[in-house]
């Protein structure tokens, strides 16, 4: 509201009389005089025509007398009037004066809680009652909109006011709630000075849309300066009420929203980001992969990407914990970052893989500097608590030029190339090639119908004989698993061992092998009493890790009726990286049954001589790699002299595997190497091809029999390749076995 001012003009005219004086009050004063001073000089007269004597009424006292009269009443008439009727609108003045400063204070401060006085009494019926009326009324009228103010006042969003070049002009109280000012601290300072400066030219340009002629702008969002330093996150709307009178400026209406982006980054970090490591996800790799595929597609710019897979977190998750594995992961993640560009995307796609993306024009090219940078760096060892690891990691490359040939995605592609690579020897890096996708589709082909194998009964067992090196006769058999393919024929373990590991259908197999196993070691005790043929069958590490492995072996033993003491299990060295304690309370539940354990390639891998002091270990078989050349090599003859020392010393019985040659057999036997298999003493076969070999052993273990002795089944050499390292298969061949 405008200040009242007075006015020293000439008093208007009134509607139907004169002002005299400025003053109504002086006006009322010369009215009742001049009106008392009238009936005194027409008393006289009057007094006359009333009976008095004239020469009463013709004194001049008397007439005197009668003036003063008239002026004493008239003054008196005027001091009266003056009395009530200006006491009357003297109070109505101070609560005009009152209610008027009020409302000018509030529109200076935006503090509206005192803008209101007390009702005057109405206590007539005349012009003052109705004035007092008509005041109470605009009191009433102020004290409507005083619900609007109030809400204004208590709002959570700032309201603004701001002339066309950005002054504030009006601000509400809640300015110091959400940014911390003093109400009208801001006022007369500029609104974009509160802004961050990468927000300010956006927050310019919709504010000048907005005086330009927009009535209305969406939300803004923006950072505002609170006073204590600090940045928060603020969505405003604009409203040009330049043409308001009642307003004059620009309305911005201002709320914090600072607890919603706080929310929206934080679920957009869990959305897009890997927590352990800070990477982003599988999500937003697929994201920028698919827009550089695009642009690949639009413009012809090449990309690339790596795949990495590391070789031994499960080893350190067994070893170190899980948190230890959790460090080899953010130590990994912070050297491969280390080795890219800003531009490059490293993303960990899960558990242990990880991907890299590059866009560019060189891509190709510095796709394999990049791997080599890589695979550098994490050869360095790595701290992990107390103990030093390698991190080592499988890598596949591929670029947009191949793939295009081959038709599949890149991820996909370097996912193939990365196979290969752990295939191949792990530690090392592949780059793909479209015969790497035709092998890939092959597994893939050959996996889809493994799921059904089982059910169709392809698979079927053969047996290697395990022979008494010192009689030459044999003591038992190797049950080693094959593959009957409709369409590929007799797929050895080493084609699709791996793919039932994969898919935890080496599960249900291997529980299918042991059952067979003990089925058919029960039959040769039925067809040849006495004999005490044993049988063993591998179990794999997943296998053994199978809470239902007691309750199979039990079950194949009771179905079967054979004695737990014909049944060997074999287990390999990597089993006991894992959980030591679970394991070895399992091996004593085995060993509770009655059946044998053996541990198998033993001296390669994990060899630990303190697994044959914490582990029930019956026998120990002796690696291929070793017996390949006891004949000819001084120090493989001293490692196998060692650990039959050993086993004499610990009392295991020793199984020497992979025999070829008359002169590995001719060296195991003067080491005093109790047992041995090979394909010199006999190749696997299925249960009738051995039936001949156990009615000779029948014969050479009958008292006084002095028949020749079991011949090895082939004298020729035969030459067999080294096969690739195969961790926790069951049912696992020979590496001579696997040219059968």
Known sequence: MGTITQHTSTPPRWRGGVRLTPRVFWDLAVYTVGLGIAVGLVFPPFATGLGVPARFTERPSFQVACLVAGFLVGALSYALCRCVVGGRLAVLSAHLRSVAENISQASRTGNWSQSTSQRIRVDSDDQLGETARAFNSLLDALEAGEHFRSLVRNASDIITVVDPSGAITYQTPSVGWVLGYPPGALLGSDVHDLLHPDDAATFRTRLAGVIAGSTQTPCTGSRMRHRDGSWRWMETVASNLLDDSAVNGIVLTTRDVSDRKELEERLRTQAFYDPLTGLPNRALFMERLSAAEDLERDTGAPAAVLFLDLDNLKAVNDNLGHSGGDILLQVVAARVKACLRPEDTLARLAGDEFAVLLIGAHSSEQATRVADRILASLREPIMLTDQVVRAGVSLGIATSATCAVSGISLLRAADVAMYVAKTNGKGRCEVFRPSHHAAQLDRERLQADLHQALDRQQFVLHYQPIVDLASEHISGYEALLRWQ?????????VKFIALAEDSGLIVPIGRWALREATRQAAAWQTQHPGADLRVSVNVSVRQFQHPGLIEDITDALHHAGLDPRL?????????????????????????????????????????????????????????????????????????????????????????????????????????????????????????????????????????????????????????YPTPEPEADHPIPEQPSDQAS
């Open 485 to 493: 393919h409709p369409e590929r024929g007799l797929v050895p373990p």
């Open 567 to 719: 049944l060997t299990l074999e287990i390999t060295e990597s089993l006991f990286v894992r959980d030591t304690e679970g394991t070895a309370g399992k091996l004593r539940q085995i060993r509770e049954l009655g059946v044998r354990l053996a541990l198998d390639d033993f001296g390669t891998g994990y060899s630990s001589l303190s697994y044959l002091r914490r582990f029930p270990i019956d026998i120990l078989k002796i690696d291929k790699s070793f017996v390949s050349g006891v004949g000819v090599n001084a120090e493989d003859r001293a490692v196998i002299g060692a650990i039959v020392q050993l086993g004499q010393t610990l009392q295991l019985d020793l199984v020497a595997e992979g025999i070829e040659t008359t002169t590995e057999l001719t060296a195991l036997q003067a080491l005093g190497v109790q047992y041995g298999q090979g394909y010199h003493l006999g190749r696997p076969a299925a249960t009738t091809a051995h039936e001949d070999l156990s009615d000779r052993h029948l014969e050479r273990r009958q008292p006084g029999s002095r028949g020749r002795p079991l011949r090895p089944v082939s004298h020729h050499r035969l030459t």
